[in-house]
């Protein structure tokens, strides 16, 4: 075997092309008012503390109708908002939802 492997070149040192395709490009998006702390720690400027008072204001206030009710969650201040805003789903809000007549909570 070592003998083919000579006879075909293999110690010349030629280096070997590969095809890559280009990486793909992923965005992250959180759903507030679904996700729990793991996911939610991963939002720019959201520690486990945060994520769990994020989850507590949830459960006790409803579901977030808008990505300005997450000032409701105390730590979230508007710079904190503005860093997490890119990564968090589109939150309908309370005129949308009676006017459409969905869930902002769909049964999953």
Do not use: C
Request: charged share 25%.
């Amino acid at each position: 075997m070592l003998g083919w492997w000579y006879a075909r070149g293999g110690h010349r040192g030629e280096l070997i092309e590969i095809d890559r395709e280009p990486p793909l490009q992923a965005k992250f998006l959180v759903d507030v008012n679904r996700a729990d702390w793991p996911e939610l720690i991963q939002l720019p400027g959201v520690g486990v503390i945060l994520a769990n008072k994020l989850i507590a204001e949830r459960e006790s206030g409803g579901p977030f109708n808008g990505v300005e009710d997450l000032r409701r969650v105390n730590g979230i201040g508007p710079r904190t908002l503005e860093r997490i805003r890119p990564y968090v789903l589109p939150l309908p809000n309370d005129r949308e939802v009676a006017a459409e007549g969905v869930d902002p909570q769909p049964a999953g």
